[in-house]
């Protein structure tokens, strides 16, 4: 059970965290987060198992901001990524992701030569090269038909690579699933990101927004398919997402 301290502690956090994302998007339910909110708290303190598996020792945490995470999706980015997605034509959206995955393709050979995989780094600089030069600054993906294999790499894996244990699995406000290797590799992560550097701001400021509604449009299928599916929502994207990290850290090391 949580002690009445440790409950006014986590609701206070979670209310802080509510009042930004309203003061920035206020399509979102003040009342249907602090409800969703209380219900969790609640929740934690009846379940004993709570915190009693070995990779997620936070599990009581990590449940509050999976719960506050998923009330501001299903507020704010699900409703946005379905009219983008059922408006916006589909060459339009394939451009968008390609665009990004370009960028993204350069930290990807910077990761893949951090690794030791000098061959798949060499393949994703020509990846970049041929889609920039070719594909219309990387709007059209032509490196993939011609055979130049799309890695995507971070810098988490690199430090899995490395020898660095994952740590135990974190959710993180708004940014969701984690660990503690990937949460400290996250900040050079986003430091890589070419498009963090984008001149004007709102230039960059406008690209992020669009990147982040795009890949959400792209897997609202598969979200549905888990609404459906999943008997604990929680649980299973917790143990997809540490048997795919997992498998990422085996892959390389195996190659």
Known sequence: MMSPMSVRWVRTILILFCGVVLSACSTVNAEKIRAKTDQTIDAISTKTNIGKNPRDPLEGFNRLMFNFNDTVDQNVLQPV??????TTPGFF???????????????SAVNNILQGKVGDGMS??????VNSTFGLGGVIDIASPAGLQKHKEDFGQTLGVWGMPSGPY???PMLGSSTLRDTAALPVDMKADLWSYKEPVYVRNSGTVLKLVDKRASVLDAGTLLEEAALDKYVFIRD???QKRANDIRKQEDE
């Open 240 to 242: 997809a997402y540490l």
């Open 124 to 129: 994703d600089v020509m990846r970049v090269a």
């Open 93 to 107: 959206q394939t451009a968008v992701s390609n665009f990004f995955g370009n960028i993204g393709d350069v930290w």
């Open 170 to 172: 974190l959710v993180l």
């Open 81 to 86: 990524a379905r009219v983008y997605r059922d």
